[in-house]
């Protein structure tokens, strides 16, 4: 079988959950993966010691990848190799989901929802390709497990975005504190990386006095998800991670609300409608079902199998797209001034 050479390009940490999964095949078929950080926002210390990482965008390129796997809404042209975009969520949403920058060769959709909107966009521009594969991230949760702790109340996981004009944070933090007063519920609160300190400071200072409410920072999302009873959020993309669990979501003020989710607008509703959630469960049943449908059919944990072989495809046979990719000249120009890179002048 031939080896290929794969470059996983992270620029947030967000993407390490992503991309791990897609490592992991890569790893078990014999292809050479290099990592590539690129800005500020990457931790490095979340690498782990069996993961290689290049040490600047001229090893990146010396390395010769045949494919770029990227979460993020940009990638530098100056690097070769195939540019797959594989999403950072389900966050179709949120403003500039359905953006199409330029970058990329493929899109490797989630399901038919997502899927149908990128082949509109695919005849209309003609120089990409789209091929649903499901999301390598979901990888980490299929096939779906039982809950791995047992407690004595009904445990509600917050998920708040971090969206000044989305975020319930404000709005629901009296709400959140009374209930957890009453101890009726174990309140495990798990903040977006980019969340404003100040505001992840008041839920700590609450978590200080509430020994029923634990705020998370480095936690794995998907065991949060998978050991909760109900999850509360407003406009994020993991209230899809979180329907796809199977786990019945209320939301504050979604910005477009839908059957598979309880949605209310008053902020001092927030009790009523998890004692309605929790007395109605079986009622949750066929929206999973439903959901799943449209947004991430796969249920086999293979979708970075699909994602890699999609890509190989098109390194192979190459793009069933006629037209030619943007020069992108002005967001290279951004990419090269954000590392510093500037290869044909000289450096003392």
């Known amino acids: 079988m031939k080896k290929y050479r794969f470059i996983l390009l992270v620029q947030q940490n967000y993407s390490f959950e992503i991309l791990r999964p897609m490592h992991a095949v890569m790893q078990e078929r014999g292809d050479q993966v290099l990592w590539l950080k690129l800005g500020n926002e990457v931790n490095t210390a979340l690498f782990n010691s069996n993961e290689s990482v290049a040490q600047s965008l001229e090893q990146a390129i010396a390395f010769k990848p045949d494919a770029i796997f990227v979460t993020g809404n940009t990638v530098p042209d100056f690097i070769p190799g195939l540019k797959v975009q594989l999403f950072h969520g389900f966050e179709w949403k949120k403003k500039g989901h359905f953006r199409i920058r330029g970058s ?32 390598p991230k979901m990888d980490n949760a299929f096939p779906l497990q039982a ?110 609300p839908d059957e598979y989710i309880v949605n209310f607008i008053n902020a001092t509703e927030l009790h009523s409608k998890i ?38 495809q098109r390194i192979e046979n190459g793009l069933c797209a006629k037209k030619k990719k943007p020069a992108n000249f002005i967001r290279n120009i951004k990419l090269r001034r954000q590392e510093n890179f500037w290869p044909w002048t000289i450096r003392s």
């Open 147 to 256: 809950k791995q702790t047992k407690n004595d109340k009904n445990q509600i996981l917050y998920l708040p975005t971090f969206s000044p004009k989305l975020t319930s944070t404000i709005d629901l933090l009296p709400q959140i504190e009374a209930l957890a007063h009453s101890d009726e519920y174990h309140w495990i609160i798990k903040f977006h990386p980019k969340m404003a300190k100040e505001v992840v400071t008041q839920y700590e200072l609450m978590a200080e006095k509430f020994t029923n409410v634990t705020v998370y920072k480095n936690a794995d999302l998907m065991s949060l998800i998978r050991d909760c009873d109900l999850v509360l959020s407003d406009t994020s993309s993991a209230i899809a991670e979180s329907l796809l669990h199977r786990k019945p979501v209320i939301t504050y003020r979604n910005s477009m």
């Open 104 to 135: 990329f060769d493929l899109y490797c959709t989630q399901g038919p929802l997502f899927t149908r909107k990128f082949e509109n966009f695919a005849e209309q521009h003609g120089y990409f390709d789209v091929i649903e594969t499901g999301w």
């Open 275 to 312: 004692k309605k959630v929790f007395e109605n469960a079986e009622q949750q049943e066929s929206n999973f079902d439903h959901f799943a449908a449209e947004y991430h059919p796969f249920s086999d944990g293979k979708s970075s199998n699909r994602v890699i072989d999609a890509a190989i």
